[in-house]
């Protein structure tokens, strides 16, 4: 089994920045791929980044291209996104994402396979 819990949330101004924090226990891998998602109200879940935990490379959509980044502690086996320059459009649950053999470029069109609970983000204009 796998435990997925993030932090960081919570009620922020445009223009201000959040960092998001992901922790990860329970079974292991030898390789595998971690990273976020988004849902605001009334839409869909979006894909947002993800990072490859061996070699950490990354993946981001559009949307957040320059303003967020993700990032991974093997130390902590945390996974954080450090979110930048937000906009009352970024509002939203954000979500906590992991699968052992999800590749980047699937992470947008493919669900992972290990979910946090989320946490709230709110932009204020």
């Known amino acids: 089994q796998v435990q997925l819990v993030e932090s960081g949330g919570g009620l922020v101004q445009a223009g201000g920045s959040l960092r998001l924090s992901c922790a990860f226990s329970g079974r292991t891998f030898s390789t595998y791929y971690m990273g976020w998602f988004r849902q605001a109200p009334g839409k869909e879940r979006e894909f947002v980044a993800a990072i490859n935990w061996s070699y950490g490379s990354t993946i981001y959509t559009d949307l957040v291209k320059g303003r967020f980044t993700i990032s991974r502690d093997s130390a902590k086996n945390t996974v954080y996104l450090q979110m930048n320059s937000l906009t009352p459009e970024d509002t939203a649950v954000y979500y906590c994402?992991?699968?052992?053999?999800?590749?980047?470029?699937?992470?947008?069109?493919?669900?992972?396979?290990?979910w946090g609970q989320g946490t709230q983000v709110t932009v204020s204009s």
């Open positions: 994402a992991a699968d052992p053999r999800l590749v980047l470029a699937g992470w947008g069109n493919t669900r992972p396979d290990y």
